[in-house]
């Protein structure tokens, strides 16, 4: 079963805030092992970009820096992109951690980007 919804409709329901992340990461999906990039995190999940389209529940191990592999479950899944929910929470410093060695650097110095302004046309 895919979920044809990208990560907007679960804003409501997430624990914390997402937190900007660059970072290329190994992972493990069925029997393929495979490359993603990991675009954003927070303590109970992350979101993934570089798989096809995966499945609702669908184990993940990924291999984040320092650790030993995580598993986690698909939540959503559109085209190239996926949320993912941590089987365990990270642990408070093990995700400070990754947010002070990886995060894109208006996270790090605790100013999460402003929304672009509408524009509307003339």
């Known amino acids: 079963m895919w979920l044809e919804t990208g990560s907007d409709e679960y804003d409501a329901q997430r624990r914390a805030s997402r937190v900007g992340i ?3 990461v190994r992972c493990k999906h ?3 092992r495979s490359t993603v990039m990991l675009k954003d995190l ?3 999940g ?3 970009e570089g798989l096809d389209k995966l499945r609702i529940d669908e184990p ?3 291999m984040l820096p320092g650790l030993q592999p995580k598993l986690a479950f ?3 899944s559109r085209d190239r992109v996926s949320g993912l929910e941590f ?3 990270l642990h408070d410093a093990v995700f400070e951690r990754l947010v002070s060695e990886f995060a894109i650097r208006h996270y790090r110095e605790g100013h999460p980007p ?3 302004p509408i524009r509307f046309a003339a």
């Open 60 to 62: 993940i191990y990924l």
């Open 42 to 44: 927070n303590p109970y």
């Open 22 to 24: 660059e970072l290329p």
């Open 87 to 89: 089987e365990h929470r």
């Open 30 to 32: 069925g029997t393929k």
């Open 114 to 116: 402003k929304p672009a």
């Open 46 to 48: 992350a979101r993934i």
């Open 74 to 76: 698909v939540v959503w």
